[in-house]
């Protein structure tokens, strides 16, 4: 069904379909346009309440992307000394792992020569959250979800809110990898800041506390060429009614 898919549908399968993690990129500069242009695409997206709350640094400084470079390259050692020792999952391919781990590390070691790192933020709306602790809010919680559940409500605002941030960013994250693979662009979703100390590149990008950095996509035009995408077929994701764990072969 998948290839079926891939040859006959419209542009956008095409694109959808080989949006491979591009890590190898060349150092030719990217237009600005191009990169507005990506930009405006990631915006496309829904956020919640169509907040719109993102932020988008373009960081081509190659002093800035220098000092990002330092703990990338230590987060990505250790990321692939671990992965590498973990057991295969079933049906999974482990050369495909080491070529991802390779270009992962290719990434790391070059970061310095990619000629955009796009990274994405979302910003707490604070009017939202102001109106979430208002007095109005209470009561209407009260009249329509009852006493206990506003009072847990109220204990899981943080982590709510930083779910709802997360979940803001990636709508946005995928329309631009997109954009950038329809426009013939090399770009990858990498979270390296989950490997470095709390605010790492928070602090080398200036991205004030309460704005979540939620990926840092590098994009340059590709050393190598696209191709489809491998993913299991899709029976082995789906479960009818309820669910129920698929067979993986
Ligand atoms: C939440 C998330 C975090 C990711 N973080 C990284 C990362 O830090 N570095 C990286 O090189 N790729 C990262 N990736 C990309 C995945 O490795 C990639 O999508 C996966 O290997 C499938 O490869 P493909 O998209 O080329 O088929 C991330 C993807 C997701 C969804």
Redesign the pocket.
């Known amino acids: 069904m998948g290839v079926a898919m891939y040859e006959t549908k419209t542009e956008l399968f095409k694109v959808m379909y080989s949006?491979?993690?591009m890590?190898r990129l060349r150092p030719d500069p990217v237009p600005e346009e191009v990169l507005l242009g990506l930009v405006e695409a990631a915006t496309q997206a829904p956020s919640t309440g169509n907040g719109q709350n993102w932020r988008f640094v373009i960081v081509r400084d190659r002093d800035v992307i220098a000092r990002m470079a330092e703990p990338w390259r230590r987060g990505n050692a250790f990321l692939t000394e671990t992965a590498m020792a973990m057991p295969a999952r079933p049906g999974e391919d482990i050369d495909q792992r080491r070529r991802?781990l390779r270009?992962?590390t290719y990434?790391a070691q070059h970061l310095t020569e990619v000629p955009a790192l796009i990274c994405v933020c979302v910003r707490h709306d604070p009017l939202a959250e102001k109106a979430a602790r208002s007095r109005a809010t209470f009561r209407a919680g009260l009249r329509h979800l009852g006493l206990w559940r506003m009072v847990r409500l109220a204990f899981r605002a943080r982590a709510n809110t930083e779910q709802e941030l997360w979940a803001t960013a990636y709508p946005a994250v995928q329309n631009l990898l997109l954009a950038a693979r329809a426009m013939e662009l090399g770009a990858?979703?990498?979270?390296?800041l989950v490997l470095a100390p709390k605010g790492t590149y928070e602090k080398i990008l200036g991205i004030p506390r309460g704005t979540l950095l939620a990926a840092v996509i590098p994009v340059g035009y590709p050393q190598g060429r696209f191709g489809p995408?491998?993913r299991r077929p899709v029976e082995t994701f789906v479960s009818w009614d309820r669910y129920r764990e698929p067979a993986l072969s």
């Open positions: 949006c491979r993690a890590r991802t270009a992962a990434l990858a979703l990498t979270m390296p995408v491998t």
